[in-house]
Structure formats: C-alpha cells, structure tokens
C-alpha cells in the first residue's frame, strides 16, 4: 500500500517540545518518515497550535504554524460537515474515553487506510482496532 | 476537456485513498502527484525543521517532562483570561 500519514497533535508536540519525554523518539520516528506524505486535519493543528501557544508562548506557537505550513510534506485537511457527525458517531461509539480530535484521527486512518503518528496508546489502539475490525470493537479470539 | 482514462485497480485503490486524505477531487489528486516545483508557498521539507529544531535542542538544559495533549489539560474549556 502506499504510505499515507495522519498526524496527531500529542506526536506533533512531543517533536517540537524539547521537554517532552518522548521528544527524542519523536524526532527519531520523523527522521525516518521525512519523505512520506502527511495529513494534519484541522482539528489537530489547533489543539497543537493551543497546546504549544500554552507551553511556550503565541510567538512559537506561530514560528511553528509557519513551518508546518510551509513543508511540502504536509497538506492541510479542513473536515467537512459529513465528516463531522462521522467522527461524533466515533467519539460516541469508541470503547474507551477519548476527545474529539483523537476520534478525527482514528476516522481518517480508517477512511485512508493510513497510518497515525502518534504517542497516544489509546488513540494507536482504536485506530488499529477500527482498521481490522471496521468498527472499533475489540476482535475477540476464539 | 476531460477523458475517461483507464488504470489498474491498485493505482485506482491508491488514488482514492490519496484522494479521501486530501479532501481533493481525483483532477485534484492527479494534478498535485504531476505537480513540479511543489506547491506555492511550500518550500521547505522535514529536513530543514528537523536541523532547526537540532539547534535548538542543543541550546537545552531544563529537563524531561510528560506533556499533555489534550486541550481539556491546558485550561481551554475554563478560560478566565
């Protein structure tokens, strides 16, 4: 399959962030991807953009923006209404607690059968759960 | 003018894919894989932010700490600014 990447706003942090406890791994794992397409839906950029604004100030938080928007790498997702009340039935459906730009995330690496980058275990479990079963329901094996 | 042109299932399963990550149109699709010298305004690729943040890496000295993400965390939903 060709390689398709959502990215999700606790990887894009933890990459920015030199405190951050898996800011090595984080570089590391983008090292290795650098040339792969990447897919940040809205939703994502914002709460990135909030959470950095919040650690570090609005002046990072937009040298950050800059950056992110200036890669080639990186396009620009704006979720549609449809798409929308898709990741609510997510959220609602999801077997664990989770926020509503983690169920954006695990919806569009459904949709595109992609790959998350992401440090979120829960959110990595739902997708991949999602993904095999088409639901988010854990397999049972018999 | 447009042309019905025929490819493969894989290449087809593949756009569609490219197509629904996007939020483009097939022509859209097409055009942005046929596209030379990117995308205006889009001049720099992962390299150049990872040498950016290596530096400022290097001038770091606090120390590791667990981040969290969630907007929830950061006070957004009780703003008292």
């Known amino acids: 399959m060709f390689p398709l990447i959502i990215l999700d706003s606790s990887f894009i942090v933890s990459l920015f962030l030199q405190e951050d ?70 959220f609602f459906n999801a077997p664990k607690k989770i926020s509503f730009e983690d169920a954006a995330v695990i919806y569009l690496t459904k949709k595109t059968e992609s790959a998350a980058l992401s440090f979120d275990k829960e959110l990595l479990k739902q997708s991949w759960a999602m993904r095999k079963n088409g639901d988010g329901s854990e397999r049972k094996e018999n | 003018m447009s042309r019905l042109i025929n490819v493969s299932d894989s290449v087809y399963e593949q756009l569609t894919r490219i197509k629904r990550a996007k939020g483009q149109s097939y022509s859209e699709a097409i055009a942005g894989m046929l596209q030379k010298g990117g995308t205006p305004g889009k001049t720099i690729g992962w390299e150049e932010i990872l040498a950016k943040i290596k530096a400022r890496d290097a001038k770091f000295k606090g120390k590791k700490e667990k981040i969290d993400h969630d907007l929830i965390a950061h006070g957004v939903s009780f703003d008292h600014s």
Not at chain 1, 24 to 44: G, H, S
Not at chain 1, 65 to 72: C, E, I, L, P, T
């Open chain 1, 21 to 90: 406890e898996n800011h090595d791994k984080a570089n590391q794992t983008m090292a290795l991807n650098a040339k792969e397409d990447m897919v940040l839906p809205d939703l994502i950029l914002f709460e990135t953009l909030t959470v950095l604004a919040g650690k570090r100030g609005q002046a990072f938080a937009k040298e950050t923006y800059s950056d992110m928007m200036a890669n080639q790498r990186i396009q620009l997702r704006y979720l549609d209404e449809d798409e929308k009340y898709e990741i609510l039935e997510v």
